[in-house]
């Protein structure tokens, strides 16, 4: 039994076929057939037959599967089609982007807070901190020295 990457509803790229290049949503997917169906991908023309007299004989236009190779699936979050890896969250197995974003709907939250407290605080923040205190700084320096200045000009004036 083969494990599939692709899961019902997500959205993904078709990348190889008659419809490549294609973006839609798996309708179905079939983990012993490594096949999936997806919608308006693969649409197939079907011979229904009258069996009565009250019916109509028709054709039917309907959706085959494909491989599951021949699609990508796309992130929700930066929209780009990705492979997926796992990470394990509260015990349970997480299909990632490479954003960082989850793919499955039920851990979204969760990620995000296992990323936040993975990362380390980056540097960059303090220093934008410190160059608004400098500047703060100045400015007060610069308010102190301009009343010496005056009182400067004052004696100046008075001499």
């Known amino acids: 039994m083969s494990n599939l990457k692709v899961k019902k509803g997500d959205t993904v790229l078709v990348i190889a076929g008659k419809d490549k290049g294609k973006k839609a949503k798996v309708l179905a997917v079939s983990p012993l057939k490594n096949r999936v169906i997806v919608e308006g991908v693969n649409v197939v023309s079907k011979c229904k037959k009258a069996r009565s007299a009250q019916e ?23 929209g780009k089609p990705t492979r997926v890896s796992h990470q394990i969250i509260d015990g349970k ?67």
Do not use: Y
């Open 56 to 78: 109509k004989s028709e054709i039917i236009k309907k959706e085959a599967g494909i491989d599951a190779s021949n699609v990508m699936v796309v992130c929700p979050k930066c």
């Open 93 to 159: 197995k997480v299909r990632v982007c490479k954003c960082g974003a989850s793919l499955d709907k039920e851990f979204v939250k969760e990620v995000k807070k296992a990323s936040k407290t993975d990362k380390t605080p980056k540097p960059e923040p303090a220093v934008k901190e410190t160059k608004k205190k400098a500047t703060k700084t100045t400015k007060v320096a610069k308010k102190e020295e301009k009343p010496a200045k005056k009182s400067t000009k004052k004696t100046k004036e008075s001499k």
